[in-house]
């Protein structure tokens, strides 16, 4: 089968390799779409996010859709056919963290596109049949079904902030992972929800997606002690202290977005104006909720995929410049037919 390879750092080449045979409890999946992923940009312009470190040649992409091309034995809640997305990680299963239920802190966790472990711009993976979900009906497009992954980290972020009814929230970023904040932010019972980026054509399109209010950080400022709850999905130190204002003493900030820059925070503000910093990484248990969330709004969700590029060598080089640099794009998704 062609894999795509990130060698070194805006170095990418086509290998021919062996596709896998699915084992006990795994399915075969040919992928049929994959998105871009913020990660994947700053893997391929950076060559590390903090800790993680590129250092073999390594697959890129972790978003993933595709066909169940073969069912290993002992599968029984998938078979050939059956239209999925993928969760990323393969955890141990035996330590305290996946014991508890909190499975994306295994530190034996293999995560696609994390070093040293391969990711799915190639055109076969065998997987655990545990972590491969079906795709409903209702959404037909397989690049559509990409965002599911994106939708699982703002399910989970959401899950650890715990919202209350009639919270009004705030969220930096307007990319997929704000987005999928926001609406996992509605679906929990928030208010007013207000999203703040640098790049408006990006707010221009979370407002037509539901954003109540929509702030150009450039020219505006947002209100002082308004909000109950915050997001951060940029990574941006400049985020942290906008936020330690903007949101009410005895509020919740998250922490979703993580760049390869970040080095600070106003930790004394935070503290004297007693607001609880969150942390979320990746996601456990988010899945079918993201799923289901991704269905309901699937008519908005598929207007934010602005650039769809065949699988080769050279557009899935084409994909990861345009995620970086064009400043009207949503998400980038490569599709393999």
Not at 15 to 42: E, M, T
Not at 63 to 85: P, Q, T
Not at 96 to 107: I, T
Not at 172 to 196: N, P, T
Request: aromatic fraction near 8%; hydrophobic fraction near 40%.
């Amino acid at each position: 089968m062609k894999a795509i390879y990130l060698d070194s750092v805006q170095k990418l080449s086509e290998r021919a390799i062996p596709a896998p045979i699915p084992g006990d409890n795994q399915v075969l999946v040919r992928i049929k779409a994959v998105g871009i992923c913020g990660s994947d940009v700053h893997y391929w312009r950076n060559g590390r996010i903090g800790s993680f470190v590129v250092e073999h040649p390594m697959v890129l992409g972790h978003e993933c859709s595709g066909i169940v091309a073969e069912a290993g034995r002992g599968v029984k809640n998938l078979k050939e056919g059956d239209r999925v997305v993928i969760e990323p990680g393969v955890p141990c299963y035996k330590c305290e963290h996946c014991m508890s239920g909190r499975y994306n802190l295994c530190r034996d966790i293999a995560f696609f596109a994390t070093p040293p472990y391969d990711g799915c711009l190639l055109e076969y993976v065998a997987f655990d049949s545990n972590l491969v979900y079906k795709v409903p009906d209702e959404i037909g497009d397989f690049g559509l079904a990409t965002l599911a992954e994106p939708m699982a980290v703002g399910v989970f972020s959401t899950s650890r902030l715990r919202p209350r009814l009639g919270d009004k929230a705030v969220i930096f970023g307007a990319g997929v992972i704000g987005i999928a904040c926001m609406y996992a932010a509605r679906a929990s019972g928030c208010g007013e929800i207000s999203v703040a980026d640098i790049r408006e054509e990006r707010l221009d399109k979370v407002k037509k997606m539901g954003a109540d209010r929509v702030f150009n950080l450039k020219t505006e400022r947002l209100p002082d002690d308004h909000y109950d709850i915050g997001y951060d999905a940029t990574g941006a130190d400049r985020c942290y202290s906008l936020a330690v204002r903007a949101i009410k003493p005895g509020g919740r900030f998250s922490l979703v977005g993580m760049g390869p820059d970040v080095q600070s925070a106003p930790l004394v503000e935070y503290v004297c104006r007693e607001i609880d910093i969150v942390t979320s990484f990746r996601y456990a248990n988010s899945f079918p909720q993201a799923i289901r969330l991704l269905k309901e709004n699937r008519d908005e969700l598929g207007k934010f995929i602005t650039h769809r590029l065949p699988f080769s060598l050279e557009n899935v080089e084409k994909a990861l410049q345009t995620a970086f640099s064009d400043q009207s794009a949503g998400k980038v998704v490569v599709d393999f037919d």
